[in-house]
Nanobody, 124 residues
Framework: QAQLVESGGGVVQAGGSLRLACATS??????????VTWFRQPPGKEREFVST??????DYAESVKGRFTISRDYAENAVILQMDSLKPEDTAIYYC?????????????????WGQGTQVTVSP
């Protein structure tokens, strides 16, 4: 089954920016038909919701609202997470996931397709 691939992680100083991308791997499918969500897992903590995009809405965790922007790149069949004004507490492995089913989009249990994750490290 085709999965997802994240890219764009790295090391940045506080206040800096990174642009993460989520694309398909293997047999291609159209991400535009799916709800796509970014989660992150800080060191020693559980995976947490960051942002989601569907055909009609976007949503963000309170901790990233106003700093992160989620969007679709239809030409590249990808979902972009633009992260600005980064803070050390944003340090985590960032994962994207997708589903074509309605449900609790903030829950990891709602997603069957995942990427392998990309590391984001924000230094003070």
């Amino acid at each position: 089954q085709a999965q997802l691939v994240e890219s764009g992680g790295g090391v940045v100083q506080a206040g800096g920016s990174l642009r993460l991308a989520c694309a398909t791997s293997g047999r291609s499918f159209n991400l535009g038909n799916y709800i796509v969500t970014w989660f992150r897992q800080p060191p020693g903590k559980e995976r947490e919701f960051v942002s989601t995009i569907s055909r009609t809405l976007t949503d963000y965790a309170e901790s990233v609202k106003g700093r992160f922007t989620i969007s679709r790149d239809y030409a590249e069949n990808a979902v972009i997470l633009q992260m600005d004004s980064l803070k050390p507490e944003d340090t985590a492995i960032y994962y994207c996931a997708c589903t074509d089913q309605m449900g609790d989009f903030r829950s990891v249990k709602s997603y069957g397709r995942w990427g392998q994750g990309t590391q984001v490290t924000v230094s003070p």
